[in-house]
């Protein structure tokens, strides 16, 4: 493993899912949120978890880079954009359970689902792109 191009891919990632979770969840989304204020923790409380959401966001990156350096190690934008729409299904699995417990509105669940294809799909891209091997690896 390349960890050099492993560690700026990840912090691409990290950089490109945390910019677009807060123009589409936080910007574009919020009024949908707010259809249902009680799931979600009041503003002016939401700084005391700011950390937890970082912390969140850095997760994901990291293991959508580990997922696109171990299982396309030859790297490009094409291989690990398909593997960032796979995991994507597998969030868009859970927003389902969620919408299915919680009393959240169909708008929020097609947000989400429109979101993780979005979100995944471009940050396995930049990472595919970023961790691309300038020779072809044997799989």
Known sequence: ?????????????????????????????HGVHQEVPALWRPEAEFGSYFSWLVFGHIVMAFFLTLLCAKFVPAGGAGACARLGILLALVYIGNDFII?????????????WIVGDLIMFGVAGAIIGAIYKSSSPAAT
């Open 1 to 29: 493993m390349d960890w050099k191009k492993f560690f700026i891919a990840f912090v691409a990632a990290f950089g490109f899912i945390f910019v677009f979770g807060f123009i589409w969840y936080g910007k574009l989304m």
């Open 99 to 111: 919408y299915a417990v919680q009393p959240l509105t169909t708008k929020i669940l097609c947000g």
